[in-house]
């Protein structure tokens, strides 16, 4: 049991972590808007609460150096908070600071003491008028309690609340305490309490790790109803909470001064109430929300686990492929109707498994705030980040691979693109420059944009410096598109010096191999003077997709359906009337097709009437002709190694219900792939004048 | 932290010691479950605990009222110090169980 105990001790401490760093991205964007728009209440209401809450929260688990170092920040934006103080850049680069000590301070050594901390607090202090010494008794409570004695609290007038307080059923399991958060609220003024202990079960039916004991609080302060519950706030999902203030119409505690007795009654009452119910948080329907506004409705859930449910979801999709071949070989009504029922049902779950892993792209992006704060001031260059799509939703997966990458692109436009507020000045340009992100979904992808206004990449100087490293030669024909891909070749970079932020080549080449890895693909524009702009195409998901089955000769294959507008057929006639060329006329319009038996050189007669698979890709459209259409499939997407790397239009591979393997193309690649074929020949060098697969010339 | 129970011959008594936590929940339940089902005169003693977490507090008053409704008789072995019964005041319990119930005559 001690080991027990001690795991999850562990796992309080963790789940803390977990929290604090996201609440450290919610204070560091905070900070940088501040230091952006200038003095704004809610946005220094905002660090107050993050600071409070990891002041209060790291009390609690046992963070106790990490509370006191907080202490005095958090009083600091107290201070601005009551309009005493006025924020200012000092305070907002302490506090950058700051938030960097305690990232520090959660992934290393919490109990260690560190001088540059003490600096940073000192600085505070001094700016804040506050007393730079504190009696340890004070320190220490400070600590325990996660709360000092409010500024200037006597001055203001007092009010009475009623605090009704009641922690749900895990409240101490998951490392809270409400004797703590007693005592804070104790600190905001004068406060008489009394414990509901009707709820408390006999000794064998105990649960003693749950919390049963309810309290109602009257409190006469000064503060606000939002400071009352700023004492509540990292407890609040796991709570009932009521504040009201006692003077309320028909209040029975209005017309008599707060004592423990009348308290007591208020206490017993609804301590009496509450037995009947077998869930004590289950309370009215009114009064919850009444108590509440914001009802706990998320659940902190390990990766690990999700990343099982996705595997056995994974494993039952194609287990379900296996049972509708099975029904339909059996061709029984029953056996088909149940198949279908559990095809339904898995893919309703496999949607349901797949949205749990997908969380919107804000964290991600607001993160980069910082780093262009940080690199601005380092570069000496005025530079404002503005975010787009930050709800955007992608899978977990594929927004933790794509930190790195994004950092490498705002860094190179940093270092490179943007240009010093001189040139800037001297070339009419306006300042601050600007770096945009952006996120939006296109079908079955997302695209994130990243641009900046600044030089634009010198297409003469890639060029050369191609030529110099041989990846090109000198009289070759490159349109702009493609000189600008290859910033992305390896050791790549015009740079003339090697700086801190970039310059080494390596970046680029990072990003793209990333991007790839992630089934992605990445492309520039750039216009001299004007700026850059880096377009990252990722896949919604790496797991599961759905697809449809289609076969030429005995090859089966799966086209993802997010992209596959419609089917329609292709006759031998059809094919006569094009004259040799691969277009299908679709409703009076001509588009493309790509055979894919010629494609993949598969041996046999292709049937009389083909069928087109009519697919967009952000150059419009274009066809597959496919052998057969066999039906929708659900696809669980498996990577097909090394050795097939390189082949552009083979996005995965997936196990059908046969046992036998279907490749999952990539139509946006395969066109891609035809079109550079098209355009060279066979040893790769261009022939004619460029054309691209709808015989238009392209623009070099 | 700690939980004795030395048993004499006529009395258990249950000596808390140190900090009492969630993590002494489980522990502290089940010699207070043996204690009632002994019988007899029970004694809890509170001289050197330091604190007393809710858990804690829940267990002794839930054991107070079990062994009140019994019959049994219960007392506090020993002094309690300051800081505990100020503790039982701040999380608003009117008085430690024993003391109450003890009080009330139960």
């Given at each position: 049991m001690r080991q027990t105990i001690s795991i999850d001790s562990e796992q309080f401490k963790q789940t803390f972590r977990e929290e604090a760093r996201e609440i450290l991205v919610d204070l560091e964007s905070a900070l940088l808007e501040l230091s952006e728009f200038g003095e704004n209440g809610e946005l220094v209401g905002k660090v107050f609460r993050a600071l409070h809450t990891i002041k209060g929260s790291g009390a609690m688990f046992g963070f106790e150096r990490l509370a006191a170092f907080t202490h005095d920040l958090e009083t600091a934006f107290d201070l601005v908070r009551a309009g005493r103080l006025q924020v200012n850049a000092e305070l907002i680069d302490l506090t950058l600071a700051a938030v960097d000590q305690i990232r520090g301070m959660l992934e290393g050594d919490a109990t260690a003491e560190s001088p540059v901390r003490e600096e940073i607090l000192d600085k505070v202090r001094k700016w804040a008028g506050i007393a730079v010494v504190q009696e340890p008794e004070e320190k220490a409570e400070v600590a325990k309690t996660g709360k000092a004695a409010e500024p200037g609290l006597g001055s203001e007038p007092l009010r009475e609340w009623r605090i009704h307080f009641v922690p749900g059923p895990e409240f101490l399991k998951n490392g809270a305490n409400p004797l703590l958060l007693l005592q804070e609220l104790k600190h905001l003024g004068r406060m008489s309490v009394r414990a509901c202990t009707a709820g408390i079960p006999s000794l064998k039916e105990i649960d003693p790790e749950r919390c049963y004991v309810a309290w109602d609080a009257v409190l006469n302060t000064a503060v606000s109803r939002d400071a009352i519950r700023d004492v509540f706030i990292f407890v609040e999902g796991s709570c009932e909470l009521v504040i009201d203030?006692?003077?309320?119409?028909?209040?029975?505690?209005?017309e008599a001064p707060p004592d423990s007795e009348k308290v007591g009654e208020t206490c017993a009452g609804l301590g009496a109430a509450k037995e009947a119910n077998t869930d004590r948080r289950t309370g009215p329907a009114d009064r919850r929300v009444h108590d509440h506004?914001?009802?706990?409705t998320s659940l902190r859930v390990p990766v690990g686990k999700l990343d099982q449910l996705v595997n056995l979801v994974g494993e039952l999709v194609t287990v379900q492929a296996r049972l509708s071949e099975l029904a339909a070989q059996r061709d029984d009504a029953e056996v088909v109707e149940v198949s279908e029922e559990v095809e339904r049902l898995t893919a309703a779950l496999r949607e349901n498994s797949m949205n749990i892993r997908m969380i919107p792209i804000r964290g991600t992006f607001e993160k980069f705030r910082r780093l262009v704060h940080d690199l601005a001031r380092d570069l000496g260059k005025d530079v404002e980040l503005t975010l787009e799509g930050t709800e955007t939703e992608l899978d977990k997966t594929v927004i933790e691979q794509l930190g790195d990458p994004l950092m490498h692109l705002i860094r190179n436009s940093m270092d490179h693109g943007i240009e010093t507020r001189e040139v800037r000045a001297s070339s009419g340009k306006q300042s601050p420059a600007r770096i945009h992100l952006s996120a939006r979904h296109a079908g079955a992808s997302v695209l994130i944009g990243i641009s900046d206004d600044g030089a634009g990449i010198d297409a003469d100087a890639v060029r050369e410096r191609a030529v110099d490293r041989g990846l090109i030669g000198r009289d070759a024909r490159l349109s702009d598109a493609e000189v600008n891909a290859l910033i992305f070749q390896p050791g790549f970079s015009t740079a003339k010096q090697v700086t801190d932020v970039s310059g080494r080549g390596v970046g680029m080449d990072v990003v793209r191999q990333r991007v790839e890895s992630l089934r992605g693909t990445v492309e520039v524009s750039s216009k001299a003077g004007a700026g850059t702009s880096v377009m990252l195409r990722l896949p919604l998901t790496l797991a599961i997709i759905d697809g449809l089955l289609v076969s030429v000769g005995d090859a089966r294959f799966v086209l993802p359906l997010a992209n596959t507008l419609e089917c329609i057929e292709l006759t031998r006639e059809d094919i006569a009337r094009a004259n040799g060329k691969q277009v299908v006329n679709l409703r009076g319009k001509l588009i493309p097709y790509i055979s894919l038996r010629q494609h993949f050189k598969i041996s046999g007669e292709p049937p009389q009437i083909e069928q087109i698979m009519v697919v967009e890709t952000e150059n419009g459209r274009f066809g597959l002709a496919v052998d057969q259409v066999l039906g929708n499939c659900q696809s669980v997407i498996k990577s097909l190694g090394?050795?097939?790397?390189?082949?552009?239009?083979?996005s995965g591979a997936t196990i059908l219900g046969n046992g036998s393997v279907a490749l999952i193309l990539d139509s946006e690649r395969m066109f891609k792939e035809v079109e550079r074929a098209t355009l060279r020949g066979p040893r790769g060098h261009p022939v004619g004048p460029a054309k691209n697969l709808r015989g238009n010339p392209i623009p070099q | 932290m700690g939980i004795a129970l030395p048993p004499t011959e006529d009395a258990n008594l249950i000596r808390l010691e140190g900090e009492i936590d969630i993590d002494d929940a489980a522990e502290l339940k089940e010699r207070l479950l043996q204690a009632l089902e002994r019988g007899g005169e029970l004694l809890v003693s509170l001289e050197d605990a330091g604190s007393l977490d809710v858990t804690a507090m829940e267990l002794l008053w839930a054991a107070a009222r079990d062994a009140g409704a019994k019959g049994m008789k219960v007392e506090l072995a020993g002094p309690v110090p300051e800081a505990l019964t100020a503790s039982f005041c701040d999380a608003g319990f009117e008085a430690i169980p024993w003391q109450r119930l003890t009080g009330e005559g139960a």
């Open positions: 203030p006692a003077v309320a119409e028909g209040d029975a505690l209005s506004g914001e009802m706990a090394r050795f097939y790397r390189n082949v552009q239009a083979v | -």
